[in-house]
């Protein structure tokens, strides 16, 4: 006989959390449940990486589905951690009161951050974190506060371009405490979960992630803050600009025409947002042959980026020749321009780096910079 989700609801229900000391479905920590014959999957949230307490959780869920729901339950229970849920837990459980708090007054968000910016793509595989990563450590060589928030929830590459394996420190008020590396300051969901588990999480999971980053992390004063976000223009994008007021946008693309196409997308929705262009950077420009410097193959396209921020009077940033030593010291976890700052791809970068902070300067004088927006869907 086929299993039902709610013979799994309310096995589960049996199911008490000991710190919250309440049910794991009344907590609401069960989420995305399937149940196909004997098969039953769903995630189990938890609000911080505990390994001891997830392991107890899947135990004791497995034993509640074998003994309430059907003996030969077949069981795939994946953990997945949710930093946005504890102030809301501790609202619905009765935690010890040693583990509650009073509300604090509310901060304004990023108040000590001079400047927001955001570094995106219309597409992914063109470069974006590589550009963030190395416009970070550049701001900072010259002589800047710098924190960098990986906001790409789903695949974070912060942790690896920066070597970091260690886990952010908390404060007594509970927040995080970027990790300071290169002389930037980081924060990555990837520095609180293990590089081998997939976050298995719906848009508002993730935009709530992300608000909680902005929100939560001690950030403390920064001439600038840049944003890695993820490709594309969907629920994150939007909730940062509903969050934060951004400073302006870097749009990075490749030239070839596929990439131009969503570039355009791009920095038409912050055009659309009223979020300033700073400029597009063409990543991967030209090839040149180590054995054969004379030499520039465009192997995707010539001068398309280019061309696009002239068609759409954008400024353009500036060109990343496609070099091999870039995805070495990226991979390694120093950025090219930490790593060999006389390089001519280095060179490259810290003058992107330098045309955005003029860009910034100029802005900031002019009073352009974007402002936090409302945003109404009409049906």
Known sequence: MSIHKEQIKSALAHVVHPVYE?????????????VQDKYVSFTLEMPRKDDELASLLQKQCTQAIHKFADKDAVLDITIGINISRQRELEGKGD???????????????????????????????????????????????????VGLLDTDIYGPSVPTMFNVTERPDITTKKKLVPI?????????????VDTDQAMIWRGPMVTSAVKQFMQEVEWGELDYLILDLPPGTGDIQLTIVQTVPLTGAV????????????????????????VPVLGIVENMSHFIPDDQPEKKYYIFG????????????????????????????????????AADPTSPAAIGLKEIANRVQQTVDIQNRDGQSGEKIEITIRP
């Open 22 to 34: 309440k049910d794991l479905i009344s907590l609401d920590l069960i989420q995305d449940l399937i």
């Open 95 to 145: 935690a010890p009161e040693n583990q509650k708090k009073a509300p604090e007054p509310q901060e304004q968000i990023l108040s000590g951050v001079k400047n927001v910016i955001a570094v995106a793509s219309g597409k992914g595989g063109v470069g974006k974190s590589t550009v963030a990563a190395n416009l970070a450590v550049a701001l900072s060589q010259s002589g800047a506060k």
């Open 180 to 192: 300071f590396k290169h002389g930037v300051h980081l924060v990555s969901m990837g520095f609180l």
């Open 251 to 274: 749009i990075v693309s490749t030239p070839q025409t596929v990439a131009l196409d969503d570039a355009r997308k791009g920095v038409a929705m912050f055009s659309k947002v009223n």
């Open 302 to 337: 010539k001068h398309g980026a280019r061309n696009l921020a002239r068609k759409l009077e954008v400024p353009f940033l500036g060109e990343v020749p496609l070099r091999e030593q870039i995805r070495e010291t990226s991979d390694s976890g120093t950025p090219i321009v």
